[in-house]
């Protein structure tokens, strides 16, 4: 008799603990920081003009950015990994850090177009329009009930869905 050992099929998981993707979450978010000039006090160095001056510039934290960074192939995979149970608390967080970065730029007059694309897109409960309410097939129980009931001197409040109910 020949005992089969148990084995794992598909691919091994990319991160095995949620301290290990939270350290490539804030090596993400530290990155986005950029690197500014120091000067011989290791103090930055700022210009009258444009403020701190940089050698590597920030740039704004994304979702995809953040994919990308942790390793995957595209916003999507991120999106899919967050239903793991032991990471989706530390991808939500992560991507709460993006939205509110994303949110702040709504006062800001030059980023208010792209900082409206990413919430909208990205984040649940943004957008332009407030989400149509759902009909629930009330209206339609109400006609069937309507049309079952005989007579002869029907108006038009007959056919009107009561609201209340």
């Known amino acids: 008799m020949t005992v089969s050992k148990k084995r794992n099929v598909g691919?091994?998981?990319?991160?095995?603990?949620?301290?290990e993707i939270q350290e490539k979450i804030d090596a993400y978010f530290q990155e986005c920081e950029g690197e500014p000039f120091l000067?011989?006090?290791?103090n930055p160095i700022c210009s009258t003009k444009c403020g701190l001056i940089y050698k590597?510039?920030?740039k704004p934290p994304t979702v995809t950015g953040l994919a990308l960074a942790l390793g995957f192939a595209s916003r999507q995979s991120l999106m899919e990994y967050q239903g793991k149970k032991?990471?989706?608390d530390t991808i939500i967080r992560a991507k709460s850090r993006i939205e509110a970065y994303a949110e702040?730029?709504?006062?800001?007059?030059?980023?208010?177009?792209?900082?409206?694309?990413s919430l909208i897109n990205n984040?649940?409960?943004?957008g332009?329009?407030?989400?149509?309410?759902?009909?629930n097939g009330r209206n339609?129980?109400?006609?069937?009930?309507?049309?079952?009931?005989?007579?002869?001197?029907?108006n038009i409040h007959d056919f009107e869905g009561n609201d209340d109910t």
């Open 104 to 117: 702040g730029r709504l006062f800001d007059r030059d980023g208010v177009n792209g900082a409206k694309f």
């Open 123 to 126: 984040f649940h409960g943004w």
């Open 11 to 19: 691919r091994p998981p990319k991160f095995q603990t949620k301290e």
């Open 140 to 154: 339609m129980v109400a006609l069937a009930e309507i049309l079952m009931r005989p007579g002869k001197n029907r």
């Open 86 to 88: 032991e990471f989706a």
């Open 39 to 42: 000067d011989e006090n290791g």
């Open 56 to 58: 590597k510039p920030p």
């Open 128 to 135: 332009e329009k407030p989400e149509p309410e759902q009909d």
